[in-house]
């Protein structure tokens, strides 16, 4: 016999450390199925994943020193978010999105929307946003806030964790 555990909330936090396309598509795509079923959800972005939310699209020269603004200018924002495997060359998420299209399945400027009106929480990492020489207003609006791991830990308590 199966039994199922219940709690009062049930929440689900998200690690987005890589700033691969297909890893951020799944996060967000997760992300906005979980909320969509009434789950309090959490995305935490830290290092390469910290590229899917940067306001500036294409390559900035952000960061504080000539190592941070290199990183940040090669990364170059969401629009420019390779592929995992088989990037060919960049053209592999323009490929990605196009397959996604036509398939019906919503993009990754929809899950950003969607995840946005679904009130997922969008946190930035702290140490990871001072290694690369990002700053608070280098991110999207919809990043709730920047935070340590304590604080990031303790809003996911009793939560499942996922590393994208």
């Known amino acids: 016999m199966i039994q199922e555990i219940k709690s009062e909330h049930k929440k ?5 450390f890589s700033g691969d396309f ?4 799944a996060a967000y ?3 906005t199925g979980a909320a969509a079923t009434n789950r309090e959800v959490t995305l935490f972005f830290t290092f390469w994943g910290l ?9 900035s020269w952000l960061g504080k020193d000539f190592l941070s603004r290199m990183f940040n200018f ?4 969401r629009k420019n978010l390779p592929l995992s495997r088989l990037n060919f060359a960049g053209m592999s998420p323009g490929l990605m999105s196009g397959m996604m299209k036509k398939n ?5 400027e ?7 009106a679904l009130g997922v929480r969008i946190y930035a990492c702290e140490m990871a946003m001072h290694i690369l020489g990002l700053k608070r207003e280098d991110l999207e609006d919809s ?4 935070v340590g791991v304590a604080t990031f830990l303790n809003e996911s308590e009793d939560a499942h964790i996922i590393f994208i």
């Open 74 to 77: 090669i990364m170059g924002g």
């Open 29 to 31: 795509t997760i992300a």
């Open 22 to 25: 297909d890893k951020i598509v």
């Open 143 to 146: 990043v709730a806030d920047v």
């Open 110 to 116: 929809e899950l950003f929307e969607a995840a946005d």
């Open 12 to 16: 689900i936090s998200i690690v987005c």
């Open 51 to 59: 590229n899917a939310l940067k306001k500036r699209q294409g390559h």
């Open 104 to 108: 019906n399945v919503a993009s990754l």
